[in-house]
């Protein structure tokens, strides 16, 4: 378990540095164009590119590549490995580049199929149909990113991928605040500073992959490799991707109700995103490689050790995460956000969609560890059934609950498939024998209620009433947020440590 939480901080670190600049993106965005229909339009131009990114890059590639790839790195060598790479890069290429040249020339059929409530509003769907024509080539540009990340992760190399996202908000705000009052449509920098962003990051990444000796060089030449990775991907893109394909469908749908509601579960989306980036997707990024590596030499006991050790982390780190969204939803909001364009309508609607994503939260990050214990061992059959099963959920939730919560509803619906999702992987990864709880679950669950019943008592305490954050100026609302989070923090860690589970404790664990 030890080097699995060097790596996951390593990892989170990083990620959190990035996510920190995130918020400070999203407060400009906030702040400079509000909740109305230039920001909704961007958001979508956005999401479109980035659901492709996870789904096909992060999602179904990262998982169907990095087991091929520590299988060759484990038993052919270091040129078999160069090869794989050489072959899959062309490849790879070769189908994004046909991909964002019909993303860039057929922006609005895209914005038909995944923004349909646009279309009744000609201003809104031309704005982002416009914005998508720029932004898609970040699709080509993060997914070849994606591919070298997955690369250095298999070598153990996790800081570079983590802290690349950085550049991406740097960028953004540079646009959102420079370049911005120099446009014609201010909001189309945004768009820009998208595409911008994809060849800083391409180009950060270039350096250490030479230094690995590893930097592609694209081959027509085949790879046993390649065709492995065909095999895997297909079904994999419905299982590592549903929590995205989730989202997506609350945007489609969300484009149907009124404007801002597209900006409202953006905006509790990405605050919900904070700690499942610098956890979870920390966690899950450690995790497959060494899973892959176990799968690879049958290290089945090693495989299982490994897997235990992550799944207690989860509970120990998502519980409380989980719980500090739900009560500090409406101050995280109005302390991020609450300024210039974006209005107290906001806050409560962005604040409502919050609460309903935090309750998700703990079973989105089980399904980033649980997954690749699938993937690992190249079984892509059993996640595409989950995730279908979780899809088709989502789909029923949303059509239930949209009609009488509106986008609160489309966020309960993404939860809940969340669990039924999680919940389904566990029972398979359990009955195929794969699996099972090593000793002290029960008294590890015993020891983080009893510290998250006192972190829940010093959050209510503690925290000023709703119609004091409104009323504190920017200083006071990050003094008190500071104060809340990092005094949770402590109190969350004193109390496991009242009940004797402390670092020590945690390390010797699996």
Not at 324 to 342: K, R
Not at 413 to 434: D, H, M, P, R
Not at 485 to 504: C, D, E, H, R, T
């Given at each position: 378990?030890?080097?699995?939480?060097?790596?996951?901080?390593?990892?989170?670190?990083?990620?959190?540095?990035?996510?920190?600049?995130?918020?400070?993106?999203?407060?400009?965005?906030?702040?400079?164009?509000?909740?109305?229909?230039?920001?909704?339009?961007?958001?979508?131009?956005?999401?479109?590119?980035?659901?492709?990114?996870?789904?096909?890059?992060?999602?179904?590639?990262?998982?169907?590549?990095?087991?091929?790839?520590?299988?060759?790195?484990?038993?052919?060598?270091?040129?078999?490995?160069?090869?794989?790479?050489?072959?899959?890069?062309?490849?790879?290429?070769?189908?994004?580049?046909?991909?964002?040249?019909?993303?860039?020339?057929?922006?609005?059929?895209?914005?038909?199929?995944?923004?349909?409530?646009?279309?009744?509003?000609?201003?809104?769907?031309?704005?982002?149909?416009?914005?998508?024509?720029?932004?898609?080539?970040?699709?080509?540009?993060?997914?070849?990113?994606?591919?070298?990340?997955?690369?250095?992760?298999?070598?153990?190399?996790?800081?570079?991928?983590?802290?690349?996202?950085?550049?991406?908000?740097?960028?953004?705000?540079?646009?959102?605040?420079?370049?911005?009052?120099?446009?014609?449509?201010?909001?189309?920098?945004?768009?820009?500073?998208?595409?911008?962003?994809?060849?800083?990051?391409?180009?950060?990444?270039?350096?250490?992959?030479?230094?690995?000796?590893?930097?592609?060089?694209?081959?027509?030449?085949?790879?046993?490799?390649?065709?492995?990775?065909?095999?895997?991907?297909?079904?994999?893109?419905?299982?590592?991707?549903?929590?995205?394909?989730?989202?997506?469908?609350?945007?489609?749908?969300?484009?149907?109700?009124?404007?801002?509601?597209?900006?409202?579960?953006?905006?509790?989306?990405?605050?919900?995103?904070?700690?499942?980036?610098?956890?979870?997707?920390?966690?899950?990024?450690?995790?497959?490689?060494?899973?892959?590596?176990?799968?690879?030499?049958?290290?089945?006991?090693?495989?299982?050790?490994?897997?235990?050790?992550?799944?207690?982390?989860?509970?120990?780190?998502a519980l409380p995460a989980t719980l500090g969204l739900l009560l500090l939803a409406q101050p995280l909001i109005i302390s991020l956000f609450y300024y210039g364009a974006f209005t107290a309508h906001d806050v409560d609607m962005a604040g409502m969609s919050l609460m309903a994503y935090s309750f998700g939260l703990l079973g989105f990050i089980l399904v980033k560890i649980l997954a690749p214990a699938f993937y690992a061992r190249k079984?892509?059959?059993?996640?595409?059934?989950?995730?279908?099963?979780?899809?088709?959920?989502?789909?029923?939730?949303?059509?239930?609950?949209?009609?009488?919560?509106?986008?609160?509803?489309?966020?309960?619906?993404?939860?809940?498939?969340?669990?039924?999702?999680?919940?389904?992987?566990?029972?398979?990864?359990?009955?195929?024998?794969?699996?099972?709880?090593?000793?002290?679950?029960?008294?590890?669950?015993?020891?983080?209620?009893?510290?998250?019943?006192?972190?829940?008592?010093?959050?209510?305490?503690?925290?000023?009433?709703?119609?004091?954050?409104?009323?504190?100026?920017?200083?006071?609302?990050?003094?008190?947020?500071?104060?809340?989070?990092?005094?949770?923090?402590?109190?969350?860690?004193?109390?496991?440590?009242?009940?004797?589970?402390?670092?020590?404790?945690?390390?010797?664990?699996?």
């Amino acid at each position: 378990m030890k080097r699995i939480i060097k790596a996951t901080v390593t990892v989170g670190g990083m990620t959190m540095i990035s996510r920190i600049l995130g918020f400070a993106r999203d407060v400009i965005i906030a702040r400079y164009f509000g909740a109305g229909t230039g920001a909704d339009a961007f958001f979508v131009a956005f999401k479109i590119p980035n659901f492709f990114r996870r789904l096909f890059a992060e999602g179904a590639f990262s998982q169907a590549f990095v087991p091929v790839l520590a299988e060759a790195k484990e038993k052919r060598g270091h040129d078999a490995v160069k090869h794989l790479v050489n072959a899959i890069t062309l490849r790879l290429g070769g189908i994004l580049l046909l991909l964002t040249a019909f993303g860039v020339f057929g922006s609005s059929l895209w914005m038909m199929v995944f923004a349909p409530g646009f279309i009744d509003d000609p201003e809104k769907f031309n704005l982002a149909a416009d914005m998508l024509a720029i932004t898609f080539p970040y699709l080509m540009l993060i997914s070849l990113v994606a591919l070298s990340s997955a690369i250095m992760n298999t070598y153990n190399q996790f800081a570079v991928p983590a802290f690349t996202p950085v550049f991406l908000n740097l960028v953004l705000i540079t646009f959102a605040v420079w370049v911005s009052p120099m446009m014609d449509v201010p909001i189309m920098a945004l768009a820009w500073g998208v595409l911008v962003a994809g060849v800083v990051q391409l180009l950060f990444h270039l350096p250490f992959l030479y230094k690995l000796d590893l930097l592609p060089r694209p081959t027509r030449e085949s790879d046993p490799g390649v065709g492995e990775v065909k095999r895997l991907m297909i079904p994999a893109l419905f299982g590592v991707s549903v929590a995205q394909i989730n989202l997506l469908v609350d945007t489609i749908l969300a484009s149907f109700l009124v404007t801002g509601s597209v900006s409202w579960l953006y905006y509790s989306d990405r605050l919900m995103e904070f700690p499942l980036g610098v956890f979870g997707v920390a966690l899950a990024t450690v995790v497959l490689p060494g899973l892959s590596k176990k799968a690879a030499n049958e290290n089945w006991q090693g495989f299982q050790q490994d897997l235990d050790s992550a799944l207690r982390l989860v509970f120990i780190i998502a519980l409380p995460a989980t719980l500090g969204l739900l009560l500090l939803a409406q101050p995280l909001i109005i302390s991020l956000f609450y300024y210039g364009a974006f209005t107290a309508h906001d806050v409560d609607m962005a604040g409502m969609s919050l609460m309903a994503y935090s309750f998700g939260l703990l079973g989105f990050i089980l399904v980033k560890i649980l997954a690749p214990a699938f993937y690992a061992r190249k079984d892509m059959k059993t996640p595409v059934k989950v995730a279908i099963i979780a899809l088709v959920t989502n789909i029923i939730m949303n059509l239930i609950l949209i009609g009488p919560f509106a986008h609160v509803g489309l966020a309960a619906a993404t939860s809940i498939s969340a669990f039924v999702n999680a919940g389904l992987l566990y029972w398979y990864i359990t009955k195929q024998g794969v699996f099972a709880p090593m000793g002290g679950w029960i008294k590890l669950l015993l020891q983080i209620a009893f510290a998250n019943v006192l972190l829940v008592a010093f959050i209510i305490m503690v925290s000023p009433n709703i119609s004091d954050w409104l009323g504190f100026d920017v200083w006071q609302r990050m003094s008190w947020l500071m104060g809340l989070v990092f005094g949770s923090i402590l109190v969350y860690a004193v109390s496991l440590m009242l009940v004797g589970l402390n670092p020590k404790s945690i390390l010797k664990k699996g």
